[in-house]
């Protein structure tokens, strides 16, 4: 399988603990965007990067939150301290940036989404 | 006001019609433009681009109008399997990146 690969694609945790979800995109791609998505509303943005520099991250997101990406490759989206709000689809997406560095050539491609509830 | 808006719907049609959703957005220095297809349970993908010229994929047109800010999605001879959520994408700046924003989406039930 050569798509966008997300793990786990569910976990279920008690508030207060902390959890990390990985995301391996589709390797020629240099960008790297993760989502979070509730029922019955479209995907939110919460940061993105290209190769291993993290160029934008969403005011919306909390200090609790924080994304790597070493070396330019997989990524991962940490979330400490969970609170029952963070109960949510996390989406990765990756796309490939043209030449001239726009972002109409770089169709983004999802993967399945990692599902965590927070109790 | 939201950067990205859609009526979330649900448009109820029967099969063969013709359905037409709107989607507004809000920073007038977008510059690019998607409709996503999402089904229940599963991951957006792609539908089409939308350029300023409008642009036609079978039974799909896709309509930009810059001076008033929206881009259009028309479904002719509408299938079981167009029944999906839909969603507006527009593509704005942010201290020279692009960031691409996802409206709410847009429910379609297409009933035999």
């Known amino acids: 399988d050569t798509g966008v690969s997300q793990d786990p694609r569910h976990k279920i945790t008690k508030r207060g603990q902390n959890v990390t979800f990985r995301c391996d995109p589709i390797s020629e791609h240099n960008r790297l965007y993760w989502y979070r998505q509730t029922l019955g509303q479209g995907p939110e943005f919460l940061t993105y990067f290209q190769n291993e520099a993290q160029l934008e991250k969403s005011r919306l997101l909390s200090d609790r939150f924080s994304a790597e990406r070493p070396k330019g490759s997989f990524s991962t989206l940490e979330i400490q301290r969970t609170e029952q709000g963070d109960s949510a689809m996390y989406l990765c997406?990756?796309?490939?940036?043209?030449?001239?560095?726009?972002?109409?050539?770089?169709?983004?491609?999802f993967g399945e989404g990692s599902r965590l509830t927070v109790l | 006001r939201k950067e990205v808006e859609q009526d979330p719907g649900p448009f109820n049609v029967p099969e063969g019609a013709t359905v037409a959703f709107n989607c507004t957005y809000s920073n007038s220095a977008s510059q690019s433009f998607f409709w996503y297809r999402q089904d229940c349970r599963k991951e957006p993908k792609l539908l089409m681009s939308?350029?300023?010229s409008g642009n036609e994929d079978g039974r799909f047109t896709a309509q930009l109008n810059r001076a008033s800010q929206y881009i259009s999605l028309l479904i002719r001879d509408s299938k079981l399997s167009d029944s999906a959520t839909y969603l507006c994408v527009v593509s704005l700046a942010s201290g020279g990146s692009y960031i691409p924003t996802f409206g709410r989406g847009t429910s379609l039930i297409v009933h035999p």
């Open positions: 939308v350029y300023s």
């Open positions: 997406a990756s796309s490939l940036a043209g030449t001239a560095g726009g972002f109409r050539t770089g169709e983004l491609f």
